[in-house]
C-alpha cells in the first residue's frame, strides 16, 4: 500500500473542499464575515463535519509507523508570561478526536395525578396545600434572529483549524504519536484511540457530496491502517 500517494491524493481533494467553504462563506480575499444566513450556515456545516472527520483518518494514516520525542516540559516561572505579537491572530487547534455520540436518555413523563396532595382548611380558615411543589411553567425557546442571520464565528474558527491542520499534516501526526505515548503511561487512559466506533461524524449513507466519497475512503485507509502488518 502506497501510503504517501493515498495521503497527498485525499489531502489535495480535501484542500479543494475547504477553499470552496471558504467561498461558501464568502470569505474571498480580504473579505471578513461576522453573520451568514441561516440556510448557508446549514449548508456549510453538512460539508464541514465530514471534512473534520475525513481530516481526522488522514492524521490517523500520517501517524503509522511514526517515532517522536517525547516531549520535555519545562518548568514554567512564576509571574512570567509569554510575549505576544500584537496584532496577530492565534488559529485555533485541530481537535484530533471524533466528538462522542450525545446519548439523550428519554424523560419520564408524570401525570398531575400521581403526585399526592392533601389539601384542607387549617383553624383560621386559611387553604392549605401539602404536597411538592408545583413545576414552574418552562421559559419560552429561544427566538431565532428577526433577519435569519446566524453568528458565524465558530463555524470560521472551525474551518481555519481544519485548513492550518491540512496545511501541516505531518505536524498534526507528531501531535496524535504524543498523545498516544502519554496515554500509554496514564493508569487511566480517556480514550484508546481518536476515532469512535462505528460510522464516523458527518457521514451520509448516500454520498450527495464530493466529501461524502472522500470520507468512506480515508475511513477504509485508517482501518487498513490500524490492521497489524503480517507482510
Given at each position: ?78 509571574g512570567a508570561a509569554k510575549p505576544r505579537k500584537k496584532g496577530v491572530l492565534r488559529v ?140
Amino acid at each position: 500500500m502506497d501510503w504517501e500517494h493515498a495521503i497527498k491524493r485525499n489531502s489535495e481533494v480535501l484542500a479543494g473542499i475547504v477553499e470552496t467553504l471558504f467561498v461558501m462563506l464568502g470569505l474571498v480575499g480580504e473579505a471578513r464575515v461576522s453573520r451568514i444566513s441561516w440556510p448557508a450556515y446549514r449548508a456549510v456545516l453538512r460539508v464541514l463535519r465530514p471534512a473534520e472527520s475525513a481530516l481526522r483518518r488522514l492524521i490517523v494514516v500520517a501517524a503509522q509507523g511514526l517515532v517522536v520525542k517525547p516531549m520535555v516540559f519545562r518548568p514554567r516561572i512564576a509571574g512570567a508570561a509569554k510575549p505576544r505579537k500584537k496584532g496577530v491572530l492565534r488559529v485555533p487547534s485541530f481537535q484530533l478526536f471524533d466528538p462522542q455520540p450525545r446519548i439523550v436518555f428519554p424523560r419520564r413523563r408524570i401525570s398531575k395525578r400521581a403526585v399526592p396532595r392533601i389539601h384542607f382548611f387549617n383553624t383560621d380558615g386559611e387553604f392549605i396545600t401539602i404536597g411538592p411543589p408545583i413545576r414552574p411553567a418552562k421559559a419560552p425557546a429561544r427566538a431565532k434572529s428577526a433577519d435569519g442571520m446566524v453568528n458565524a464565528a465558530r463555524v470560521i474558527r472551525r474551518l481555519e483549524a481544519l485548513e492550518s491542520a491540512l496545511a501541516d499534516l505531518p505536524r498534526q501526526a507528531k501531535r496524535l504519536v504524543r498523545w498516544r505515548m502519554r496515554e500509554e503511561k496514564s493508569e487511566n487512559p480517556s480514550f484508546k484511540t481518536p476515532l469512535r466506533p462505528g460510522r464516523p461524524p458527518g457521514s451520509r449513507r448516500r454520498a450527495v457530496h464530493l466529501v461524502d466519497e472522500l470520507l468512506d475512503e480515508c475511513q477504509w485507509l485508517a482501518h487498513r491502517a490500524a490492521m497489524p502488518d503480517t507482510s
